[in-house]
């Protein structure tokens, strides 16, 4: 997969995060909007709604995850935009990173606290660990491009 594809790939697993985030906060002040997702006892955006376990530091989870698609996505963009400079690809493998904590922690808080799987939560987990690897795979792909303009460095200069 070309370069260019992984970071559409990255850019597009965030960008549907972002969606699916905002429509988690739209279902979080509209209770008629759970009813979309509640399927029974277990599959139910209602129940982890109304749990009393939607916040975290502070913030309502919504808020992390429309944040975290919302930072992603411009630090893509400054990435393509300087794509000589493998910092910025690093800086993605971070975030995204940090982003799937977050969902380990937010699946936890789901499945051991409430007993209970927000679907659109769900969703957003997989979109996540989309843009996470596509990070991965910008990070390696810069990091494989220095080392071997570093080989061909070595190569060209007289010694």
Do not use: Q
Not at 14 to 33: I, N, Q, R, T, Y
Not at 78 to 94: G, K, T
Not at 97 to 111: D, H, K, P, W
């Amino acid at each position: 997969m070309k370069t260019r594809d992984v970071r559409s790939v990255l850019s597009l697993g965030a960008l549907l995060g972002l969606v699916v985030a905002l429509f988690a906060a739209a279902e979080f002040f509209d209770a008629s909007l759970r009813g979309l997702c509640s399927i029974n006892s277990f599959f139910s955006c209602a129940l982890v709604d109304r749990s009393g376990r939607t916040s975290t530091l502070g913030l309502p989870d919504y808020l992390w995850g429309i944040g975290g698609f919302v930072v992603i996505l411009i630090v893509a963009g400054i990435a393509e935009r300087y794509d000589d400079d493998a910092r910025w690809e690093y800086l993605l493998v971070l975030i995204t990173t940090a982003g799937i904590g977050f969902s380990l922690y937010f699946l936890y808080v789901e499945l051991a606290l409430i007993h209970a799987l927000c679907i659109v939560c769900a969703v957003d987990y997989v979109f996540g660990a989309v843009a996470w690897v596509a990070a991965i795979v910008l990070a390696r792909r810069a990091r494989a491009g220095r080392l071997n303009d570093g080989a061909e460095d070595r190569r060209a200069s007289p010694s």
